[in-house]
């Protein structure tokens, strides 16, 4: 049976109102400890720096599969880095964690399909790269289960967006639809920002649907809003904080977008610039105008500074032919291109080599943390 993150604690589906309170009490077990939640929160800190290509590196791996499978992947991550502490600042170590990380979510979550790793690992190698061999991606699934506690039905947001998207009291299904997948899509981006780690997964649900109510029906979010805030299993001031976090990064995803659309050629955007050159041919023709009211002034100096550009390009010039015609210029050009040479085919011939010492180093480096638990 497969995983289902919207209903952890169960094997099917249906109402599962009975199991909010459960879901309450054990989401803590589920969470990544505080100091490391503060550690991913500063952006010139190494948490911060290693959980983001860590990130970026499941999302790559992933990129074939469900993006609830790439969440699922991340939360096995930051889990493991709680626990673990933050390996060493080396490529393979994040891809090795990558890697696993999907590779274990894949086992939760597509248990019906078979996905080898050598599937997995494709999905990131369209450029080169290490690729891990079947024993070392099991030693390092070994160490994120121990570290996971085998707690692998892992407690998310949207284990909790069906028990608060009630007070929301849509009758209309379509409006109800159309709320939670906002808010789905807000979650999803969200965990790519280490400020959202320490909250809680009710919190970053609730808060994910009030700011998709705030962004789709803005007449009501008052209410609703207060309709949340009155649960007994919601902290209000958490609740607040979560959501500032939450509508900042809303503004930056809308910023980027007008950002990104402002610099295309769409014709909205043609249309705009057309206008605002026409608006200003005016402008320009005064301003030539003026240039020529000047008594031949800008042209005296153009000239002038002409002439000095001249006489320092042919001094220049000069200066050039004499070094070029000198045999031992020649010659040390001719030693630096010889030098280039040999080290492209040093690199050539070594690039074999170096993706088997990263390898052994990436299997010595399971080897030695599994001896240690």
């Not at 390009?313 to 001719?334: A, L, P």
Request: aromatic share 8%; proline share 3%; charged share 20%.
């Amino acid at each position: 049976m497969e995983f289902d993150l919207e209903n952890p604690l169960t094997s099917h589906h249906g109402d599962h109102s009975d199991t909010s309170p459960s879901l309450f009490l054990v989401e803590s077990d589920h969470m990544p400890s505080f100091s490391y939640s503060k550690s991913v929160k500063t952006p010139a800190g190494f948490a911060f720096s290693f959980r983001r290509q860590a990130v970026s590196s499941i999302l790559q791996v992933s990129c074939c599969f469900d993006p609830f499978l790439s969440y699922l992947a991340v939360n096995y991550l930051d889990r493991f880095l709680s626990h673990q502490g933050m390996p060493q600042r080396k490529p393979w170590v994040v891809r090795l964690l990558g890697v696993s990380c999907v590779s274990l979510a894949v086992k939760m979550m597509n248990r019906t399909k078979e996905v080898s790793l050598n599937d997995i690992q494709g999905n990131a190698n369209h450029g080169g790269g290490i690729m891990f061999d079947t024993e070392t991606i099991h030693r390092m699934e070994a160490l994120i289960l121990g570290a996971l506690k085998w707690r692998m039905r892992s407690v998310t947001p949207f284990s909790f967006l069906s028990f608060f998207i009630h007070y929301f009291q849509l009758k209309d299904p379509p409006l109800k639809q159309a709320l939670r997948a906002r808010a789905t899509e807000t979650i999803l981006r969200a965990q790519n920002e280490g400020k959202m780690v320490g909250f809680k997964p009710s919190l970053i649900a609730a808060s994910a649907l009030l700011s998709a109510c705030h962004e789709l029906f803005p007449l009501q979010f008052s209410c609703y809003r207060d309709a949340i805030l009155s649960c007994s299993y919601v902290n209000k001031e958490m609740m607040l904080e979560s959501y500032k976090e939450m509508q900042e990064l809303a503004m930056e995803e809308y910023e980027s977008v007008m950002d990104r659309d402002s610099s295309s050629d769409t014709p909205v955007n043609l249309l705009h610039r057309h206008f605002f050159r026409s608006s200003s041919s005016s402008e320009e023709e005064e301003e030539e105008e003026m240039k020529q009211s000047m008594n031949g002034t800008i042209d005296i100096i153009s000239t002038a500074a002409a002439a000095a550009a001249a006489s320092s390009t042919t001094s220049r010039s000069s200066s050039i032919s004499s070094s070029c015609s000198d045999g031992g210029t020649i010659r040390q050009v001719e030693a630096a291109v010889d030098d280039i040479m040999m080290t492209k085919a040093i690199n050539n011939r070594n690039k074999s080599k170096r993706r088997k010492i990263t390898a052994a180093a990436a299997t010595n480096y399971c080897n030695n943390n599994h001896d240690n638990d």
